[in-house]
């Protein structure tokens, strides 16, 4: 049974970065893909990108390209997620989630999200 | 404004079957897999189908899934106070070249 523990609640100034943790433990971390969902107070899901660890590069919705990067530690089974130039629209409660992933033309995917995270919230508030 | 439509919406009454729909276009769900997730109140969410219509070991077959063309759905049969929770399609989007969800379903449990 795969375990996805996540760090803790932060609160940050617009402007800022933040970079949430994702600890993965109970099976095989590298070849599995971690992707991040947020989900804003009172709204639906939202993809913001993934990583296939054994493969290195990660995908990112195009909304969220130059301001996200995702990547791991294979040493800890950690994943991490650092959003910058911080708005109050970034407020929300944002999840890790594991699953397998594909590769095609080059470029290695997410498949979709079987395991998740307890989610950690951002808020961005001056 | 989701990328993915369904309905804000859905109810039913105990022991009830249900559907959910999920509507696309060519370059996501025309195209790729659909997946469905059921998000518990002041909970992650929850895969519930994977790949069309694939069930994670586990999972009541109560719960179903099946694609037609740019649209998919999910079907919940028995219907019981425990299913009341919101419920989520993604699909991969060659547009975007990302995952994207539905805006969700409130499914209320009469």
């Known amino acids: 049974q795969v375990q996805l523990v996540q760090s803790g609640a932060e609160v940050k100034k617009p402007g800022s970065s933040v970079k949430v943790s994702c600890k993965a433990s109970?099976?095989?971390?590298?070849?599995?893909?971690i992707s991040w969902v947020r989900q804003a107070p009172g709204q639906g899901l939202e993809w913001v990108g993934g990583?296939?660890?054994?493969?290195?590069?990660?995908n990112y919705a195009q909304k969220f390209q130059g301001r996200v990067t995702i990547t791991t530690d294979e040493s800890t089974s950690t994943a991490y997620m650092e959003l910058s130039s911080l708005r109050s629209e970034d407020t929300a409660l944002y999840y890790c989630?594991?699953?397998?992933?594909?590769?095609?033309?080059?470029?290695?995917?997410?498949?979709?999200?079987?395991?998740w995270g307890q989610g950690t919230l951002v808020i961005v508030s001056s | 404004q989701s990328v993915l439509t369904q309905p804000p919406s859905a109810s039913g009454t105990p022991g009830q079957r249900v559907t959910i729909s999920c509507s696309g276009s060519r370059s996501n769900i025309g195209s790729h897999y659909v997946y469905w997730y059921q998000q518990l109140p002041g909970t992650a969410p929850k895969l519930l189908i994977y790949?069309?219509?694939q069930r994670p070991s586990g999972l009541p077959d109560r719960f179903s899934g099946s694609k037609s063309g740019t649209s998919a759905s999910l079907a919940i049969s028995g219907l019981r106070s425990e299913d009341e929770a919101d419920y989520y399609c993604a699909a991969w989007d060659d547009s975007l070249s990302g995952q994207v969800f539905g805006g969700g379903t409130k499914l209320t449990v009469l």
């Open positions: 990583i296939i660890p054994i493969f290195g590069s990660a």
């Open positions: 790949r069309n219509n």
């Open positions: 109970g099976d095989t971390f590298s070849s599995h893909a």
């Open positions: 989630a594991r699953g397998p992933g594909y590769c095609s033309g080059g470029s290695c995917y997410p498949e979709y999200f079987q395991d």
